[in-house]
Structures are given as C-alpha cells and as structure tokens.
C-alpha cells in the first residue's frame, strides 16, 4: 500500500527503492527532492511524472494537474519549486492537500542545507498541512521541529537481514596535495575514478596541478559551471551526461539522490581539505553513506565499486559542545521573543520595519523563515556543523565516527610526513 503516513523512514540502505515505490503507488503524489538532477533522472525514466523546477512554469503544471489522462498524479519538486505548485492549483489546493502524499525525500538536507540555501525549507508549513506524509532517507537526522511530535510522527527502520557493511580505506594525512596525487597515481588504469570533493576551488586546484583536465569532468551547479568557466574549464557542467569521463569530480549536490549508473566498476575517491575549506568535511553517518550509494550498477562479484577511499587531514578546529550550542540558541530565542513581542504590538509601520531589520541584525537570517518564526531546521543544523566538525579533530575521532555507523569496514592508515 505504500509508504505509510506521519513517519520518519529510516531506509538504512540507499537505493531500495522507497521513491520508485511512491511513483508507482497508486495515489496522487508530490515528491520533494534536493535537487534539479535527481528530478530531471527520475523523470526521464517516468513519463508520468511532472518535473517541477526553475525552468517549469505555472501554465505547465496546471495542464498537468488538469490531464485526466493521468490518473495517478506524481509531481517531483525542488523545496524551491513547491510554492509554485501551489500557485497553479490555485482555489484547488486544499484539496491537493487533503487527496495527495507529499514525500519529503533525502530529508536531512534540509537540516545540513539550510544555512546557506535558507529556502530549501521552504515548503514545512505546506508539508505538515498535508493529510498523508512521510520523510524519508537511508541517513535521516534527529529533528526537533515540535509539529513531528505534534501530529504522531513514528520513526520507522528497516533492519537488513543480510551483511550490508562497505569497505572503506580512510587515509589521515598531514600532506593532502601529496596523498592525493599518490592515490591518483595508484588509479591510473582504473577505468573510471569519481571524485567526491565540495568544494570549486580545490576542484580547480586539484584538476591543475594533476593535469587531468583533458580527461576530467566537473558535475556541480550552474554558479560552479559559470566559476569554473571564468577559470577556463569548458567540461563543466551541471547534470550527470554519460558516457562518464576518466576522472569525473562532483560537488555535493550529486552526494545524494542520483543515480549513477556504469557499464564500468569505478573507484571511488572521497576528499577532504581543510586547510582550504571547511565545508569539504563529509560526515560519515550521512554523506559518506549517501556517496557510497550513488552507484547502481551491479557487477558480476556483487559489487558497485572497486574501491572507496577517504583521504583528509585534520585541524584543531574551534569546535562547541552540545551546551555551549544551546545556550546559544537559548540566547537567540530570549531576544527574539522580546522583540516579536514589540513588533506584534506596534502600530507603526516604520517601528515595525526597525523591529524586523533588529530581527535580521542579531539573528543569522537563516534563523528565521519566511514568517518571522525560527526555523527549528535551522536550530538543528548548528548542533549538526559542530558534532561534524569533532570529527575531524583527529584521525581516531574520524575512524571511531566511521566505525560508529555499523555501515563500514574501516582500513585506517595515517600517512604522516615528518
């Protein structure tokens, strides 16, 4: 019958098939994914299905909404498209919300997002008035929005009967540029290597200083296309196109949700930097999970995969504990209280602009959604950045995270130079 409703589906595994299973369940369906290439795969394999993004238009989906040669409705959207549903269904979209299942998939995005994509959160409010809905993810995090337990939501898991774990080679260094090109070097006769690395720059860096632009190819998002062109890279771009090149080098828009499939087993190389960015961190109990499960293609040993390496350093990050974060949301909280209070009661409209502007002053505007409330998924996200960044104060923090996961067999090597 389907995804059940009001439930948090913990998948374990990537690529079960619990969004297959929602497009061919016979109901009326919005899917909400992270991002354009996953809607855009998935769509093309399901003629059915109405991609909803930046380029599709209100007039197009109202034709959709209105084809009655489509009995079952699957609308698959970006957060960002959502409001643009709504607009189309116009006077019909109570009704949507009580006769369609709204999926939120891959749903800790928008817990590890919402800092930098504050719209990514988006449509919440639409999705807790909705009759039937679910989140779902092989990696979800703890929420804390109260609406979850407001209207009985259940966490639901689904428990493997079978060995699941992933080989893992995790490689601490103090001499990353080196360690790479060494790795890099070992995978000369591979007949594809994908690179996991999020960040443009180090992209640029590290597709130079190896000379494999000519058999590279860059996937991350139409800002990185246009960076990466300024630098002189034509074989960027921002949806997955086959045949795959040599190295293949993806940002984290394609960590989850995408299908990669191959006629070729691949090694996998996932990078961490941070001397250059901190937001090359992978975390293992979500990214690393989500990276490992891009690839779908079976090989004859079972496998997906040749190989699946993490190399990093690590740093004396400035890293806060669990309290420290709380006191200072709880600090945040206090004055935002205080100064909604003043703006609700104000009359002017001058003084209710001053009030509003003090908001966005003292808290980080992604604190707040688009009505003035705080967003609990941005409350989430702060403790989530700082339990990542414990990681990666040392290799045996990184290695005891990964074995942590019950997901991977870890093959841990500390590579130092002296």
Known sequence: DGIPSNVILDKTLTGIGATYTEIHTKRNSIIIEPNVPVIVSKCAKHKDCLAVYSETTSSQIKRYLENKDIKYKKILTTPEGFKKIRKAAGNSYSQIQRTYFCLFDECEKLTQDCDYRAAITQPVYDFFEFKEKAFVSATPLNVSHPEFENQNFIRLKVEPLFDYRKNLHLIVTNSYERTVREEVERLKDSPCVCIFLNSVTGINALVNSLKMKKESRIYCSEDGVKKLKECGFDNAVSSISYPLAKYNIFTSRFYSAVDIELNVKPDVLILTNLNQALHTTVDPFTEAIQIQGR?????????????????????????????????????????????????????????????????????????????????????????NEERVKRYYLTGKDLREAYEATNIFDITYELRQET
């Open 295 to 383: 690839f779908r293609t079976k090989f004859e040993d079972g496998q997906t995969y040749n190989s699946l390496t993490h190399i990093t350093n690590t740093r004396d990050l400035e890293v806060l504990s669990n309290a420290e974060v709380t006191q200072i949301v709880d600090e945040y909280t206090i004055t935002y209280q205080s100064i909604m209070q003043r703006y609700e009661s104000a009359t002017d409209e001058a003084r209710k602009k001053g009030l509003k502007q003090q908001l966005k002053n003292i808290c980080e505007d992604y604190l707040l959604d688009e009505q003035m409330n705080i967003d609990h998924f941005a409350i989430d996200n702060k403790y």
